[in-house]
């Protein structure tokens, strides 16, 4: 298992120094030790030890989690891992798969709705990346508009707005 901290760290409350560089430059965040934390004592009653976790984005009470691999790990059968480790933090929780393109990441941040296109905008106010979304789908997204384009913000690393055709 991969955790954004290290193995002591995840184990321990106090953070070694070199997990302290990363805290304080920005490279690891609070959410990012706290899940660590929850993801190793929880490995020892799960099959986690396949997970790399790559980074957390922690946007108004959603906490999206970036795994490089098999996303089901994290899941867990019926959702039940994924379920207490939203309990624990205290979060509604995103698992997204980082090494997908953009697009399949974004579907995994407004899933159940579909996405029907992805672009990236060049205008005079500032470039920016606008997602597509069918208008039908308005009211179902399942989380604030708002929410869903600052997350997508830190995501794709520019700023998102979400458009409905």
Same mark, same amino acid.
């Given at each position: 298992?991969?955790?954004?901290?290290?193995?002591?760290?995840?184990?321990?409350?106090?953070?070694?120094?070199?997990?302290?560089?990363?805290?304080?430059?920005?490279?690891?965040?609070?959410?990012?030790?706290?899940?660590?934390? $929850?993801?190793?004592?929880?490995?020892k009653?799960?099959? =986690?030890? !396949? %997970? +790399?976790?790559?980074?957390? &984005?922690?946007?108004? #009470?959603l906490?999206?989690i970036?795994?490089?691999?098999?996303?089901?790990?994290?899941?867990?059968?019926?959702?039940?891992?994924?379920?207490?480790?939203?309990?624990?933090?205290?979060?509604?929780?995103?698992? $997204?798969?980082?090494?997908?393109?953009?697009?399949?990441? =974004?579907? !995994? %941040? +407004?899933?159940?709705?579909? &996405?029907?296109?992805? #672009?990236?905008?060049?205008?005079?106010?500032?470039?920016?990346?606008?997602?597509?979304?069918?208008?039908?789908?308005?009211?179902?997204?399942?989380?604030?508009?708002?929410?869903?384009?600052?997350?997508?913000?830190?995501?794709?690393?520019?700023?998102?707005?979400?458009?409905?055709?």
């Amino acid at each position: 298992m991969k955790l954004p901290v290290c193995e002591i760290c995840a184990y321990t409350n106090n953070l070694c120094q070199e997990c302290k560089r990363k805290l304080k430059t920005g490279e690891i965040t609070e959410a990012d030790v706290e899940l660590s934390r $929850i993801l190793y004592s929880l490995a020892k009653h799960r099959n =986690l030890k !396949d %997970l +790399v976790v790559d980074r957390t &984005i922690y946007v108004d #009470n959603l906490l999206l989690i970036l795994v490089e691999d098999n996303p089901g790990l994290l899941i867990g059968r019926k959702g039940i891992t994924i379920k207490r480790i939203s309990e624990e933090i205290g979060y509604k929780i995103r698992v $997204i798969h980082s090494r997908k393109p953009l697009k399949d990441q =974004l579907l !995994d %941040l +407004v899933w159940p709705i579909p &996405i029907t296109g992805v #672009n990236e905008v060049f205008s005079s106010e500032g470039d920016y990346l606008k997602i597509r979304i069918p208008k039908q789908y308005a009211n179902r997204l399942p989380f604030p508009k708002e929410i869903i384009e600052r997350a997508a913000s830190k995501l794709a690393g520019k700023e998102s707005r979400i458009v409905f055709e």
